[in-house]
């Protein structure tokens, strides 16, 4: 539980929460009401995103018996739920929760952040995720990666 409190505060919490709140802090935010579409996309994307970052979260510890940090990686690799049509659903939860942030506080430069925060991602992941995920599961992880897009989900699901 420690371990999961950690990787949360480390990791989510620090994305969604501090950074966005600096950036307001320095940027000297005033707030501007948004449209009532922009609140109503803002929302349904929050909830989306919380969902969507939670499911995946839950799915690495049952499943994966680890944590969403590389340093208590997941000891089995995990392939179902959102898993199975894409290959990076905590992120995209994460991505959608920082869209909800800029849309809902009227905010570019949170939109700019949630871009940043994206492109740190795909850099990230096709530097050192991906080569560690290959050296700990090996062609199972090979297989997966073959027939599961990285970012925009695919119809079919994928079956181990």
């Not at 919490?13 to 935010?29: A, Q, T």
């Not at 018996?65 to 659903?89: C, D, Q």
Request: hydrophobic share 55%; glycine share 4%.
């Amino acid at each position: 539980m420690k371990e999961w409190i950690k990787a949360i505060i480390i990791l989510p919490f620090n994305v969604i929460v501090v950074i966005p709140c600096l950036i307001l802090y320095f940027s000297k935010f005033q707030y501007v009401v948004p449209s009532v579409m922009q609140i109503v996309l803002g929302v349904l994307l929050l909830i989306f995103g919380l969902f969507l970052a939670v499911w995946t979260m839950v799915l690495f510890g049952k499943i994966g018996k680890g944590t969403l940090a590389p340093w208590a990686a997941t000891r089995h690799l995990v392939v179902e739920g959102p898993f199975s049509v894409v290959r990076n659903p905590m992120i995209t939860g994460v991505i959608c929760v920082l869209v909800s942030e800029a849309l809902i506080l009227n905010s570019i430069n949170l939109l700019y952040w949630a871009v940043l925060f994206f492109l740190i991602n795909c850099v990230y992941f096709k530097v050192f995720e991906e080569k560690q995920l290959v050296r700990n599961f090996g062609n199972e992880y090979l297989e997966y990666r073959k027939n599961v897009p990285m970012w925009i989900p695919k119809i079919t699901f994928f079956h181990k």
